[in-house]
């Protein structure tokens, strides 16, 4: 298991570094610079400013001048606010995104679980019927048209939550099942899925034969087994959960990474464009990580083909 971790650790550093160096050079390649919309800048001293900020070396330059301040840790100033640091504003902004992302993570989990477990427990019934219904709606439907509908009938009908903002505990409700919606509604069909395939398992009969309890078999053999691909599933999903949406966040105005990253990326802001990325394909490869070391756990033939390679 020591080993399966230490391989899985060492093949994230690689990827990691692609990712990041992809991303260099596409918004390098784009037409335009950080720069080049301010009308009020005369040609001078846009040569002056590029200067100062190193855009004015060849790119081989500037990319390894780059990953030598990434291994320090730096990730440099952001060049459309001014004063303020990449770090320092993706400190203040994730902070808001992970709030979010980490109340609809516990939604999706908990209403997901709930009625993914349930809908297999009672396949033929209408409790059944009812949760798988929901289950395809919630994948059909999608968070711009959930969230309008959500602020319609909860803020103007209602008037339980404001329509939008950051500025009060309850404003993080609306959003956050807006968000959650999609991901409990997969977490519910891989659940039921997973579940009502190993049911038909020989391994399932043989417990029963063996004179092992329902509860025992359903509990510790059927769900262990069952919930690999919702575990599958949670590594990606937590990663998009817990770093916000882009779409979530510009219809509740929330002042997330998400709003920021679109903001930055039209005015071709390149460190802070790299800080998102980053910040994101960290999240994404972590959570992935996670998710294979418990699957690793709960199924050791994983971590042994893994370590035979």
């Known amino acids: ?3 399966y971790i230490l391989k899985r650790i060492a093949e994230t550093i690689p990827v990691f570094l692609i990712i990041v160096s992809a991303v260099f050079f596409m918004v390098r390649f784009v037409p335009g610079g950080p720069f080049d919309k301010e009308r009020t800048v005369s040609k001078e001293t846009l040569e002056r400013v590029n200067a100062y900020y190193g855009l004015d070396k060849p790119l081989y330059e ?3 001048a780059f990953l030598k301040n990434l291994a320090k840790g730096e990730l440099g100033p952001s060049y459309k606010y001014p004063g303020w640091n990449v770090g320092e504003i993706l400190k203040e902004k994730a902070a808001v995104s992970l709030q979010l992302g980490a109340a609809a993570l516990a939604i999706a989990l908990i209403a997901g679980m709930s009625a993914g477990v349930a809908a297999a427990a009672f396949p033929k019934g209408k409790l059944g019927a009812i949760l798988s219904f929901f289950s395809i709606l919630g994948v059909c439907l ?4 959930l ?7 909860f803020s103007i009908k209602l008037g339980c ?9 309850g404003d993080i409700i ?20 997973g579940i009502m395939r190993e049911k038909l398992r020989p391994y399932v009969k043989t417990a029963y034969a063996k004179g092992l309890s329902p509860a025992r078999v359903y509990l510790v053999h059927i769900l262990r087994n069952g919930l690999e691909p919702v575990i599958s599933y949670l590594g990606p999903a937590a ?3 817990l770093t916000g949406s882009f779409v979530v966040e510009t219809i509740f105005q929330v002042p997330g990474l998400g709003k920021f990253f679109i903001s930055s990326a039209l005015d071709n802001d390149y460190t802070m464009i790299m800080g998102c990325v980053m910040l994101y394909a960290a999240f994404i490869i972590f959570f992935n990580l996670i998710s294979d070391i418990v699957l690793a756990a709960i199924n050791p033939k994983i971590a042994k083909e893994m370590t035979k390679k």
């Open 1 to 3: 298991m020591r080993l």
């Open 239 to 241: 990663a998009g959960l």
């Open 147 to 153: 969230g309008p509908l959500l602020i319609l009938l």
């Open 161 to 169: 939550f404001n329509a939008m903002g950051w500025n009060s505990p």
């Open 62 to 64: 500037q990319y390894f």
């Open 174 to 193: 609306l959003p956050s099942i807006t968000l959650a919606l999609f991901y409990s509604a997969w977490i519910a069909r891989l659940a039921r899925g």
């Open 142 to 145: 999608p968070s711009f048209v």
